[in-house]
């Protein structure tokens, strides 16, 4: 809507009048409200000194540097306050308004839960820093979600971060989201430092991508992880930030003493890591053997066939898995790389959800054959995604997919992308054929783009299968 600074005004002269108010929710995104509308919906917060819970949205507005800081003092009276969300992204706020609301976040030390988006400010080290010190009082929170994504906190803002965030020793849930942070190894490390103290943590999900953390000392990082020997489940994203075969070891170091893992999801895409890298991350994943729910996403690096044989090592020591995502796209792993994969997920008897993503990698027959092959013997598997595009498969490839796919007895949901290979009308018609034989099959997708295909009878065939609820045959 456009109710603007007026009509916040007025909406929060109303609601200042409602002191007993327990729980409030207000949405004011997207409304061109700016430091007088944001001002007037502080009031409330003064007022209403019995709130416990209160949600506020104010995105994509343009209450900047005064409104910001007006909210915060505002929360000086809040001290009853336990669940706390604000959503005040895109807005143009500043670290003096950055810093104005950590004060104010300083006074609510009964917080349990804090949910707090900053995305896509202008908030850089003073701001992170002032933010770190407000976080630095709220010792009683048990959830955090942090959103800091495309400011320039740097360094120093991440040190400060870590400087508050080492007193929320009761945190067991935090999501941090610093992604476009010019974060180097020293704010990592700071960081880190912080979250070791974190002792009781069980889910850890920290979005790093795209800042300068690889090639100096990341051991801050890894000793927090090290630290956190409650954690259940990890989700770290360290794409495009330079890392190494050093670096990945030093990380491999700590993920190794999270013996408690359940749940595991590393991004590593768009570094420099080799085969050295990932042979060390696998021996890591080893010793993390009750993992149910394993996500590996190396796209862009050159481990090549040694680095994705010896991941596929490791799996072997991971008979809990489940759920298995690899991202090995555009890694030069070739034939024998996918067969070491495979060597690995053949031995997963518990596997019922598999998605491999294998584009670019040169991958012949030999090597899907041997791929599928491994695949059909874990006989549990109910979905399946194989992504092969821009590989060396031609028809007697296709013909091994569907052959070794009629063993997987329990399949019902197969999508398959071949597109950008050598596939003619009788490799299509032999895929069609075999797959008809998959009788548990219900949904079925298959992108075969850029072959060698004129004919449609694989869509006649596929089309012909009562069984599926849902069918998608790309051929052009």
Known sequence: NQIG????????????NCINLSNLELDFSQNK?????????????????NL???????YNNQIGSIGASRLGYDFTNCNNLSNLTLRLYNNQIGDEDASGLGSGLANCTNLSNLTLSLNNNQIGSIGASGLGFGLANCINLSNLELDLYNNQIGDQGASGLGYGLANCINLKNLTLSLNQNKIGAIGASGLGSGLANCINLSNLTLYLFTNQIGGMDVSGL???????????NLTLDLRGNSYDDSDAQKLSIALAKCVNLLYLELTLACNQIGAQGAIDLGHAIENCSNISTLILSFY???IGAQGSAGLGSALTKCQNISTL???FQLNKIGSQGVLGLGFGIKQLNKLTNLKLYLYGNQI???GVSGLTSAIANCTNIQTLTLGLRKNKVSDEGAQEIGSALTKSNNLYSFTLNLQSNFISDAGASDLGFNLSQCTKLSTLIIYLQENEILQSSLRRKILKFKRLTQKVVKLQ
């Open 33 to 49: 409200i700016g430091t007088i509308g944001a001002s007037g919906i502080g009031s409330v917060l003064a007022n209403c000194i």
């Open 52 to 58: 416990s819970n209160f949600t506020l949205c104010l």
């Open 300 to 302: 862009c690096n050159q």
């Open 364 to 366: 012949d027959d030999d």
């Open 222 to 232: 890894g000793f927090a992880l090290a630290n956190c020997v409650n954690l259940s």
């Open 325 to 327: 995502i690899i991202n």
């Open 5 to 16: 600074d007026e009509g916040a005004s007025v909406l929060g002269s109303a609601l200042a």
